[in-house]
């Protein structure tokens, strides 16, 4: 039994003040089943974040994380500030870092070891552009960006991500893959997990991205191997976000 993770990603979004609103909130959350949650501000707003979710259900995130241990890599953050700032996740080769911000699969893979060294979950994100899914070629992109990590990860280190299949045509478009295109992709991932080790499969938390709102979380979340949701614009407002995890929990 998988538990749903919801994640939101606030990307360079928010404010303190939105941070002591999710965290008042979330303080009186109540949810009918288990459902994990993780809101992932920008860096500046960790430690603010960490007080004011202290006495909520709400576990911390981050959105990209240097691979170096430390030095020279001005405007970088590592993973061990991240721990200390009492983050659990970090995503990892989200797409608007891959198209903007250099985070190529050998980068993507040397950020998922140095999360996993020092204890983070690594959430990798993966997904094709437009072009690609017309080319037909989905499949192909979604699970090379899974193997370029995966192949090259020991079997126990494998076990401690979350994958987050985010199609990039459908990110703040509010174009959102169907859930029949959604669950098409995402049971490719877990049957490729499989062949690395069946448990894998049957464990791995596999998450959906790209417009997931209030009003279709659910039909997504239904899916048999939809675990959960990396959710962008839809978790800036503590209602839409709150509802979201409703629909999980
Ligand atoms: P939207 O939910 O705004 O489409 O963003 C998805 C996303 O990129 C989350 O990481």
């Known amino acids: ?7 939101g990603n606030w990307k360079m979004n928010g404010s303190a003040e939105r941070v002591r609103a999710f965290g008042e909130a979330f303080a ?5 089943a288990a459902v994990d949650i993780a809101v992932i501000p920008p860096f500046p707003y960790l430690e603010a974040a960490r007080s004011a979710f202290s006495a909520t259900p709400l576990a911390l995130g981050a959105q990209t994380l240097n691979p170096h241990p430390a030095g020279a890599h001005t405007g970088e953050v590592n993973a ?30 040397q950020r998922v ?25 989905t499949r192909e992109v979604v699970l090379g960006q899974v193997a370029a990590v995966m192949q090259r990860l020991e079997p126990g280190q494998r076990e401690r991500l979350v994958i987050a299949y985010e199609p990039v045509w459908a990110i703040g478009t509010g174009l959102t893959a ?6 098409t992709t995402m049971g490719e991932i877990r049957a490729y997990l499989a062949t690395l080790d069946r448990s894998l499969g049957d464990t791995l938390r596999l998450l959906y ?6 009003s279709n979380a659910a039909e997504l979340l239904a899916q048999p191997d939809i675990d959960g949701g ?11 976000f709150f509802a979201i995890c409703q629909s999980a929990g």
């Open 178 to 183: 169907t859930p029949a295109e959604a669950q």
């Open 230 to 240: 990396l959710v962008g614009g839809a978790s800036l407002q503590v209602d839409d």
């Open 80 to 109: 061990a500030m991240l721990v200390e700032f009492g983050v659990s996740y970090v995503l990892v080769g989200h797409s608007e870092r891959r198209q903007h911000y250099g985070e190529t699969d050998e980068g993507v893979y």
């Open 113 to 137: 070891c140095a999360a996993l060294d020092a204890g983070l979950v690594p959430v990798l994100c993966v997904g094709e552009v437009l072009e690609e899914r017309q080319a037909g070629a």
């Open 209 to 214: 991205g790209g417009s997931m709102k209030a």
């Open 28 to 32: 009186r959350a109540e949810f009918a």
């Open 1 to 7: 039994m998988r538990t749903p993770l919801i994640a």
